[in-house]
């Protein structure tokens, strides 16, 4: 148990460290976009362990990156997952550069909801962002996703001050148009490499951002979507809602129900602490006798939540961030 309330119940599997973009928050200039070579699991024994994690309480599972849609092998682990009907929800998060090329398929193995990180509705503004010239890719992309048929279809859109601030108004009004959920997500130069004056620059409140849209058009709460820890709204003419994601100051380490699952298959509930749980001597055990080590594991991973944001003294990238603060 995570507390009283919550227990455990979603895994973060990442699916690579590999990405398609280079982003500006996520690799700074000084570093190299390629990560130093990790011995990862095959894919069959990722499966096994995924498999294996379900009946410890785990019923939602998010894919996550870098990007999953670079992985081949991706597609059938999926459909074999989604064959084994033990997962209540499942959803991937993509930066959406090839999701044009495989949302049929996606759908059609089952995923239901699709979240596409997408920093800028202006060609300049995401290349800048991303140092890649793929947003023409993505609004292919979300078109397909939403032709596909996917039930759930969110927009992550981290505002960064004096990038993407003045694009505010323009991602909300995609609710208007599309059934989609935009969640806007505040930037905070977190980590020890990231505190110099000219990141801190960055960082935009979402105070900010929910007033400035609401000075717009007034902002309705979605009842029934009001938790602690998120804040979901709509305009009275909107298709889709939007969504405020709680900076990460906020975050309560001592009521999250997630866990993450490396390429190495290391358990642990997030990468803000370096306490994880090696999974791998459970794969020399013959199918079906990891289910006391790996409840022990989850029950590790539980112990290791620490009970506030502790510290960085180390650079993390804010995907690392994703994997824990955005459901």
């Not at 849209?213 to 009842?223: G, S, Y």
């Not at 190495?264 to 803000?272: A, I, Q, R, T």
Request: glycine share 6%; proline share 4%.
């Amino acid at each position: 148990m995570v507390s009283k309330k919550k227990s455990l119940d979603t895994l973060k599997l990442l699916i690579t460290d590999g990405c398609n973009l280079s982003c500006t928050y996520c690799v700074p200039e000084s570093h190299s976009r390629k990560s130093p070579k990790k011995k990862v699991l095959k894919h069959g024994e990722l499966l096994r362990l995924v498999k294996a994690l379900a009946p410890q309480g785990i019923v939602n599972l998010d894919f996550r990156g870098g990007e999953p849609l670079v992985k081949k092998w991706f597609f059938p682990f999926l459909e074999e997952i989604v064959r084994s009907e033990q997962y209540q929800r499942i959803s991937l998060m993509t930066n959406g550069v090839v999701l044009k090329d495989h949302a049929v398929l996606l759908r059609e193995l089952g995923l239901k909801e699709v979240n596409v990180h997408m920093d800028s509705l202006n060609f300049e503004k995401y290349r800048k962002i991303t140092r890649g010239d793929h947003l023409y890719r993505i609004y292919a992309g979300l078109q397909e996703a939403e032709k596909a048929g996917f039930e759930n279809i969110k927009v992550y859109v981290m505002i960064l001050n004096g990038l993407n601030q003045k694009e505010i108004i323009e991602f909300s009004l995609l609710t208007k148009e599309h059934p989609y959920q935009v969640v806007f997500l505040e930037y905070v130069p977190y980590d020890a490499a990231e505190t110099n004056a000219k990141r801190r620059e960055l960082h935009f409140a979402i105070k900010r951002i929910h007033e400035e849209i609401d000075c717009f058009q007034k902002l309705l709460p979605v009842t029934e979507c009001q938790e602690e820890d998120r804040e979901v709204f709509r305009f009275a003419d909107g298709k889709g809602t939007i969504r405020f994601l709680r900076p990460l100051e906020a975050h309560q380490c001592d009521r999250c129900t997630r866990i993450v699952l490396t390429t190495e298959g290391m358990l642990g509930p997030c990468f803000l602490t370096d306490k994880f749980v090696d999974l791998r001597p459970l794969l020399a055990l013959k199918e079906g006798q990891e289910t006391s080590g790996v409840s022990e594991a989850v029950r590790a991973a539980a112990r290791f939540r620490p009970r506030k944001l502790p510290k960085q003294e180390k650079p993390f990238r804010l995907c690392g961030q994703l994997c824990f603060v955005d459901e």
